[in-house]
């Protein structure tokens, strides 16, 4: 079992930044990539990006030049650094731990979530 614990949500004004930082703790062995998705009001969670345990990157194109997520292994820990933020970026966001291979993510674990809201 892994448990992810995020932080670092929060309110912010459109153009603002903000990072959200995941720790991940227990069987962390199973996984080899981390993530993160969202969820605005009324629509379906959406992959913003994953890193893979070598530092392979994927983002969604709504946030490409945008966003930047990073991690360290040594902590068990994967960053999401969002800039230039707006108003459609308000969603909760979660983080999420599993194994990538072939190109195809399979997602075994998910964080509690964390709101981020961009006022214009």
């Known amino acids: 079992q892994v448990h992810l614990v995020e932080s670092g949500g929060g309110l912010v004004q459109a153009g603002g930044s903000l990072r959200l930082s995941c720790a991940a703790s227990g069987s962390t062995f199973s996984i080899n990539a981390m993530g993160w998705s969202r969820q605005a009001p009324g629509k379906e969670r959406q992959l913003v990006a994953r890193?893979?345990?070598?530092?392979?990157?994927n983002y969604a194109d709504s946030v490409k030049g945008r966003f930047t997520i990073s991690r360290d292994n040594a902590k068990n820990t994967v960053y999401l650094q969002m800039n230039s933020l707006k108003p459609e970026d308000t969603a909760v966001y979660y983080c999420h731990a599993g194994y990538y291979s072939g190109s195809y993510y399979s997602v075994a674990y998910w964080g509690q979530g964390t709101q981020v809201t961009v006022s214009s």
């Open positions: 890193i893979t345990s070598g530092h392979s990157t």
